[in-house]
């Protein structure tokens, strides 16, 4: 065992961090050339239909892969290498982008045949981020999970703020099929670089493995003992429903409501990274406040204030818009850190794999939960008009996570 402040301790942290640090720079890769490309497909859709129906039908064709194989997905995730199953994960979304890629070479593809490439990009995304998030505390120290959490969702979020920038100056310089094929170069980076880490398949407690539907209700036990869980996670789910599907008609905003264009998508997009970027920052350095649950709790109710002041904007406050986005990313970020950090600390290795993915299902379900709604109301009243009933609503939901969970603070979860 190491002793804190030995040469063995200083050898045994280089080595976790430098794991760390190699994972995520391949990944840095991917992630880049992925958010441009789905910044691209999502405002080729914008501007071929104009329609808050068509982007909703391409956001859910994104979410059902998690909705439907999610918790399955957890199980695999466990009994398998997390390492293999990410680079499988990362292959299928490169040769998804080939194909797509592909098919605008030929000519202009229907709607129907995009929508189906978004579903297979989002199946390799269903095994991946839930096997990325279970293998980083094979890697992390428990004590170093909020920093290590906070550097990963810095370099998430600085592709994320980079990406739609890039998307937007390659649709202005190259045709869609060298778009796509940029997503087939940063998979394959990413996949080169997972292959130099060594990542242990995790081992299972006891002896003969059960059947899968029985390790999928292990997963539903594991998340409904541990009371603090459960309801800082049904505030986040409310959020999926209430807040999510904005993200997704934020390019109808932008194009109807500003007259933008793609580089103003564009702008929006990566000030909204930007702000989750510099959150991360803040949290990787600082590990956030000792007050868990508050951070969880000021974020929605952040993400309601901005978004309704975002719904009264004139069409001329194109840049006040842009602050408001910038302060959504910062307050989403800060509310998902310590979220994930707590599954972290709190879930065993052989159930890590699993409650991940059954969480992140429950969230990916809310979200076609709300397009459902927020598709058709929009089409109705505005993107702005929604932007307002949503803040409103995301007002409440801050209120009430505060209340629901401010007992565990008290406690010292």
Same mark, same amino acid.
Request: aromatic share 8%; proline share 5%; net charge positive.
């Given at each position: 065992m190491a002793i804190p402040g030995t040469t063995e301790d200083s050898s045994l942290q280089d080595a976790w961090r430098k794991q760390f640090i190699t994972i995520y720079t391949g990944q840095a890769f991917s992630l880049l050339s992925s958010s441009a490309v789905q910044f691209a497909i999502i405002w080729w859709i914008t501007v071929k239909t104009s329609s808050a129906i068509d982007l909703t039908i391409a956001s859910i064709a994104g979410?059902?892969?998690?909705?439907?194989?999610? #918790?399955? !997905?957890?199980? +695999?995730?466990?009994?398998?290498?997390?390492?293999?199953?990410?680079?499988?994960?990362?292959?299928?979304? !490169?040769?998804?982008?080939?194909?797509?890629?592909?098919?605008?070479?030929?000519?202009?593809?229907?709607?129907? %045949?995009?929508?189906?490439i978004l579903f297979l990009r989002a199946l390799g995304e269903t095994f991946h981020k839930p096997a990325m998030k279970a293998a980083i505390p094979q890697l992390v120290p428990a004590e170093a999970l909020t920093k290590a959490g906070g550097f990963g969702q810095l370099i998430q979020s600085a592709c994320a703020m980079v990406g739609p920038m890039l998307g937007a100056l390659l649709m202005s310089v190259v045709t869609m099929p060298l778009v796509m094929a940029v997503d087939v170069v940063g998979a394959a980076l990413a996949v080169l670089t997972l292959a130099t880490v060594r990542l242990d398949k995790p081992l299972r407690k006891g002896g003969k493995r059960p059947r899968i539907l029985a390790e999928t209700k292990e997963a539903f036990v594991a998340l409904r003992s541990d009371k603090a869980l459960v309801r800082a996670s049904l505030p986040v789910f409310a959020t999926s429903i209430v807040f999510m599907p904005l993200g997704s008609l934020l390019p109808l905003m932008v194009l109807e409501h500003f007259s933008g264009d793609a580089w103003h998508n564009g702008i929006v997009k990566a000030l909204f990274s930007a702000g989750m970027m510099l959150?991360?920052?803040?949290?990787?350095?600082?590990?956030?406040?000792?007050?868990? %649950?508050?951070?969880?709790?000021?974020? #929605? %109710?952040?993400l309601g204030i901005c978004s309704l002041a975002?719904?009264?904007? #004139?069409?001329?406050?194109?840049? *006040?818009?842009? *602050?408001?986005?910038?302060?959504?990313?910062?307050?989403?970020? +800060?509310?998902?850190? #310590?979220?994930?950090?707590?599954?972290?600390?709190n879930l065993p290795q052989e159930n890590m794999g699993k409650v991940m993915s059954l969480v992140t299902s429950a969230m990916s379900l809310g979200i076609p939960i709300g397009m459902l709604i927020?598709?058709? *109301?929009?089409?109705?009243?505005? *993107?702005?008009?929604?932007?307002? +009933? !949503?803040?409103?609503?995301m007002v409440v939901v801050g209120v009430g996570s505060y209340l629901w969970t401010r007992e565990f603070e008290r406690s010292g979860r």
């Amino acid at each position: 065992m190491a002793i804190p402040g030995t040469t063995e301790d200083s050898s045994l942290q280089d080595a976790w961090r430098k794991q760390f640090i190699t994972i995520y720079t391949g990944q840095a890769f991917s992630l880049l050339s992925s958010s441009a490309v789905q910044f691209a497909i999502i405002w080729w859709i914008t501007v071929k239909t104009s329609s808050a129906i068509d982007l909703t039908i391409a956001s859910i064709a994104g979410l059902l892969p998690q909705v439907l194989i999610g #918790p399955i !997905a957890g199980v +695999w995730i466990d009994r398998h290498s997390r390492k293999i199953i990410m680079i499988l994960a990362d292959s299928v979304v !490169a040769v998804s982008s080939l194909v797509l890629g592909l098919s605008f070479f030929f000519g202009e593809p229907p709607l129907a %045949f995009v929508y189906a490439i978004l579903f297979l990009r989002a199946l390799g995304e269903t095994f991946h981020k839930p096997a990325m998030k279970a293998a980083i505390p094979q890697l992390v120290p428990a004590e170093a999970l909020t920093k290590a959490g906070g550097f990963g969702q810095l370099i998430q979020s600085a592709c994320a703020m980079v990406g739609p920038m890039l998307g937007a100056l390659l649709m202005s310089v190259v045709t869609m099929p060298l778009v796509m094929a940029v997503d087939v170069v940063g998979a394959a980076l990413a996949v080169l670089t997972l292959a130099t880490v060594r990542l242990d398949k995790p081992l299972r407690k006891g002896g003969k493995r059960p059947r899968i539907l029985a390790e999928t209700k292990e997963a539903f036990v594991a998340l409904r003992s541990d009371k603090a869980l459960v309801r800082a996670s049904l505030p986040v789910f409310a959020t999926s429903i209430v807040f999510m599907p904005l993200g997704s008609l934020l390019p109808l905003m932008v194009l109807e409501h500003f007259s933008g264009d793609a580089w103003h998508n564009g702008i929006v997009k990566a000030l909204f990274s930007a702000g989750m970027m510099l959150a991360a920052l803040a949290i990787g350095v600082t590990g956030g406040i000792r007050r868990a %649950f508050l951070m969880m709790s000021t974020a #929605p %109710f952040a993400l309601g204030i901005c978004s309704l002041a975002a719904g009264l904007l #004139p069409p001329g406050a194109f840049w *006040v818009f842009c *602050v408001l986005v910038f302060i959504m990313g910062m307050a989403g970020m +800060w509310g998902n850190i #310590p979220y994930i950090a707590y599954l972290q600390k709190n879930l065993p290795q052989e159930n890590m794999g699993k409650v991940m993915s059954l969480v992140t299902s429950a969230m990916s379900l809310g979200i076609p939960i709300g397009m459902l709604i927020a598709g058709p *109301v929009a089409e109705a009243i505005g *993107v702005d008009g929604w932007m307002i +009933w !949503a803040g409103v609503g995301m007002v409440v939901v801050g209120v009430g996570s505060y209340l629901w969970t401010r007992e565990f603070e008290r406690s010292g979860r």
